[in-house]
């Protein structure tokens, strides 16, 4: 049997295939590999696969046998092609040592550069590159890197020694030290490692090597990166690989150089070359936001061969990866080398842009475009923005990059964990610091936005602000943090205090601004466009489309809605109409009334009121469907309370108020969820709904004779039995036609159910003898399926997720297995009985993409969803197509498996175990099956 290679030279490992390649080898060294078989200038190096890795944690963190061996062979092999020895005390080759795993995690795991050198290969250095500042500098970045990498040594200690000794030449910046500044430094260094650690910095590169391979390995499992892949949902990768490169330097003098570019915009997307660079300076230095860099536009007249070269590659790659592709470049004495390439990460604005231009630039097909942007970015779109009308009397206080897009206003915290800690207090908070880094994290993901006054646009802070779509300013000099307290242009605030930024113009303004949603773009409609063709022209069974509605009860909000995309209202409820003051008042009336006559007599005075809601809902609809839900709440939810109250009713009635308290008394429930409520209503007070529909059908009236289309649908709620519909369906049909012949108008009003009980899903069959339509209300459905109460289960989720009794909250995705199994039965038996039953589902899973797939696969018609929800389910819904009936694997991102997974692993009540599981193709068996049901 041949043995597993577990090392690969760049450039080896194509054979293979692109996936696999990034699986083994990780997303910087698969692409490593890839650009030397382009022939792009990659300095030489090889990779430690993240099979090991994952073997290196099975196995109590030892290396599989032979491994050793391997490496050193390579490591032979890169000295051959460098004519350079690690270690060589006249002309050492130096190598970075990096992490990369198939899924990119900027900055989480460690790298570390210049390896292999030491008080003997500095000498060497010097002399042969006549450098000697150089070598120096060299040495005590190594020192640095290695000494808080490996030996755990915390950095401040090092930046103390940096610091205290460029005060004391009175210098500003690390590049002016000079080569016996570096070289007291370096013996600083190492002295700090002895007090820290009791041991020396190792001398023998293979020790250094050895050392730096474990600590990568182990920074798979730190802190920082586990929670990265936690919030990013990063599951079923093996591990990190280690890449060990030939160093280049681009801290070699003042024609050297190191910078980070895109070959798009990563914030709006534009076809325009975009990066940033700084003279004399190694990688890091870029990354880290410790000085802030010049624009790439500014190479191409500083270096314009080199500026021309770059342009060059980033066009091949762009072609060869097609996408938009992220690169580290290094310069040493005017040659040019790429360090790194990845898919750059982009914001939602730049995602639709780069997705909507590589079509026209037929760099990828429509299909593709509608998988490179996520449910998510579409999400950050739609972010509020400072409201127009309220920025035209703001002052800034300043301006700083404009890192991430979006407006935010918080109140300011100064620490991660400040913010988490007033987040828990329920606060909105704006994370304000001189820079962030990885440690971070946690208060970052809390924060409405995030300001910084130190590093660029590819600075940590807006690198990982854009990815999570938080607005982030940055590199704001103007804003001076001094312990607990900040200088904004001039004014000081503390913590607590509101301020606002908009993250996609720069500005940082005072106090707390009105936040606005932006409209939609031309190329979001372009591209909104392509999503809604998808759907319409799909095709399961006997089922076309896939349509998306809105749950919407006021017309403001079908408007919205309507503006921005949706196909026709999924759910109006109409409590809210009875809620309000006017109509509350004869309500009440209603309920405590003892005779027919004299509820009827307050149902009348509510009637005209419900018309002119439906009137507006209808016309906002423009003729799309309209699924009004008649009265659900508990009765009880009407039953004045206060004395108040009381008083005010029985002033109505013309009576004494106690005279009302035995009814009020009478009315009261223990557990009203489970009491008078929904169609239980109309089966005690069938006058109840008998109004609804008339104002529904009048209101449809008024639409017609006012020539304007109109296709309402009535919605009974809370069945359980198909006899309650046997009941109320015909009184609903008497009443419509009653209206219409009045009226002297035809309309067709469809009447359906919601199918929220458990009970009623599991006699479905039955139920569809009187519906004309299903609707899901999955939220009522989860709460009586799991009988967890919904409003209080936030007592026991969060721990029932960390214990993995359950993998996701059931109240966002849809229990698959559970609430799933009885929906696909509903769907099921109902369309046996009535072939043409239209099913949808409203409720808050409507705009979760994970339900939306889900529900495309159960041979659903449409989902409903919040209006701000309506574009991403526009997407989704796209998606679920394409990644359900597309042949073959479409969309391989590693974190994109998650449906597949949680829904295999709920499959057989298991635990989404992350680690071994193989990835399964997108696609294939679940085909277009689901629909032939
Ligand atoms: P990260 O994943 O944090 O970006 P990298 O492994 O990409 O870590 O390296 C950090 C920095 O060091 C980057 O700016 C990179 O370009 C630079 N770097 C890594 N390897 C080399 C090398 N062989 N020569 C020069 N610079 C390097
Ligand atoms: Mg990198
Ligand atoms: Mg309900």
Not at 220 to 248: D, F, H, P
Not at 644 to 659: Q, S, V
Not at 841 to 867: K, L, M, Q
Request: hydrophobic share 40%; with cysteine; net charge positive.
């Amino acid at each position: 049997m041949a043995k597993k290679k577990n090392v690969y030279f760049f450039g080896e490992g194509k054979a293979e295939g692109d996936a696999k390649m990034k699986d083994v080898l990780g997303g910087k060294g698969a692409n490593l590999a890839e650009m030397t078989s382009l022939n792009i200038p990659v300095p030489p190096g090889f990779t430690i696969s993240t099979e090991v890795c994952a073997a290196y944690y099975e196995n109590k963190k030892k290396y599989p046998a032979g491994l050793e061996e391997e490496v050193l062979a390579n490591l032979k092999k890169l000295e051959k092609t460098m004519g350079k020895k690690l270690g060589d005390p006249e002309d050492p080759l130096l190598v970075s040592v990096r992490s990369g795993a198939a899924v990119s995690m900027p900055g989480m795991m460690d790298t570390i550069l210049n390896l292999g050198i030491n008080d003997e290969a500095v000498l060497g250095l010097a002399a042969k590159t006549g450098n000697p500042r150089f070598a120096w500098d060299a040495y005590r970045r190594f020192i640095q890197m290695y000494g808080g990498v490996v030996m755990e040594v915390p950095d401040t200690a090092f930046e103390e020694a940096i610091t205290s000794i460029k005060k004391a030449r009175n210098i500003n910046l690390d590049k002016d030290l000079s080569d016996k500044d570096l070289k007291e430094l370096v013996e600083e260094y190492k002295k700090i490692i002895q007090h820290h650690v009791g041991k020396e910095l190792p001398q023998n590169p293979l020790d250094q090597l050895w050392g730096a391979i474990n600590a990568v390995f182990g920074s798979w499992m730190n802190e920082r990166a586990i929670k990265y892949r936690e919030l990013n949902n990063i599951k079923n990768i093996k591990g990190t690989a280690v890449n060990v490169q030939s160093m280049v330097f681009g801290n070699f003098g003042d024609d050297s150089g190191t910078g980070v570019c895109f070959s798009r915009d990563p914030s709006t997307g534009k076809n325009e070359f975009y990066g940033e660079y700084l003279m004399n300076a190694q990688g890091e230095d870029v990354v880290a936001g410790i000085r802030t860099p010049e624009k790439i536009a500014t190479l191409e007249t500083e270096n314009k061969k080199i500026y021309q070269q770059l342009v060059d590659i980033k066009n091949r790659l762009q072609k060869h990866f097609r996408d938009m592709q992220d690169m580290e470049f290094t310069v040493q004495q005017g040659k040019l080398f790429i360090l790194q390439t990845r898919n750059g990460k982009r914001t939602g604005a730049a995602a639709v842009k780069c997705a909507v231009d590589m079509v026209a630039e037929k760099l990828i097909d429509k299909n593709t475009a509608i998988l490179r942007v996520t449910p998510e970015h579409l999400d950050q779109m739609l972010h509020p923005m400072i409201d127009p009308a309220a920025l035209t009397n703001a002052r800034s206080l300043t301006q700083g990059l404009n890192a991430s897009p979006g407006a935010g206003c918080g109140r300011i915290v100064f620490s991660a964990k400040e913010a988490e800690d007033w987040h828990t207090r329920g606060e909105k908070v704006l994370l304000v610091r001189q820079d962030t880094s990885p440690e971070d994290i946690g208060g970052m993901v809390v924060s409405q936005g995030i300001l910084t006054s130190t590093g660029g646009m590819t600075s940590h802070a807006a690198v990982v602000a854009r990815g999570m779509g938080t607005p982030c300013v940055a590199g704001a000099k103007d804003v001076q943090v001094q312990g607990k307290k900040v200088n904004i242009g001039g004014k000081t605030f503390k913590e607590g205090d509101w301020i606002t930024i908009d993250g996609s113009s720069g500005f940082v303004y005072e106090g707390k601004l009105p936040l606005a949603v932006p409209e939609i773009s031309d190329d979001m409609k372009t591209f909104l466009s392509w999503c809604d063709d998808v759907r319409a022209s799909s095709v399961r069974g006997s089922i076309k489309g896939f349509e998306i509605r809105t749950n919407a009860d006021q017309p403001e909000d079908a408007k919205r809605a309507f503006d921005f995309g949706a196909q026709g209202v999924g759910l109006c409820r109409t409590e809210h109409m009875f809620f309000e003051k006017e109509k509350l008042i004869h309500f009440r009336a209603m309920i405590v009334a003892d005779t027919v006559e004299k509820r009827k007599e307050a149902l009348r005075k509510i009637l005209p009121l419900q018309r002119k809601d439906f009137f507006g809902i209808f016309s906002a609809m423009e003729g799309r469907s309209v699924i009004i839900r008649l009265l659900d709440p508990p009765l009880h939810e009407f039953v004045p309370q206060t004395k108040k109250e009381i008083a005010e009713l029985a002033a109505y009635l013309n009576i004494k108020p106690a005279k009302l308290l035995p009814k009020i008394e009478k009315l009261h429930e223990i557990n009203p969820m489970l009491g008078h409520r929904g169609c239980r209503l109309a089966i005690t007070y069938p006058e109840i709904y008998d109004m609804q529909v008339e104002a529904i059908v009048l209101a449809a009236v008024d639409c017609i004779k006012k020539n304007i289309p109109v296709d309402p649908e009535i919605m009974i709620p809370i069945v359980v039995t198909a006899r309650e519909l046997k009941l109320i369906r015909p009184n609903a049909e008497a009443v419509i036609k009653q209206v219409l012949e009045q009226e002297g108008v035809k309309l067709k009003v469809k009447i359906g159910t919601m199918i929220e009980v458990p009970r009623a899903a599991l006699r479905a069959g039955h139920v569809a003898k009187y519906a004309d339509f299903f609707s899901f209300g999955t939220n009522d459905l989860t709460q009586m399926t799991f009988a967890f109460s919904r409003d209080d289960v936030a007592s026991f989720l969060p721990t029932y997720l960390q214990h993995q009794v359950l993998d996701v909250d059931p109240f966002k995705s849809i229990d698959e297995e559970g609430v799933g199994f009885l929906i696909r039965n509903a769907v099921e038996q109902g369309r046996q009985v009535n072939p043409n039953l239209n099913v949808g589902i409203c409720g808050e899973h409507g705009g979760d993409p994970v339900t939306i797939d889900f529900c495309f696969r159960a041979g659903i018609n449409y989902v409903s969803c919040s209006p701000y929800r309506v574009p991403l389910a526009r997407l989704a819904g796209a998606q679920a197509v394409i990644n359900n009936t597309t042949p073959g694997p479409v969309n391989k991102k590693a974190s994109t498996g998650k449906t597949e997974k949680v829904r295999k692993a709920a499959k057989a009540d298991k635990p989404v175990k992350s680690a071994k599981a193989k990835t399964p193709g997108r696609t294939g068996k679940r085909g277009t099956k689901a629909g032939t049901r």
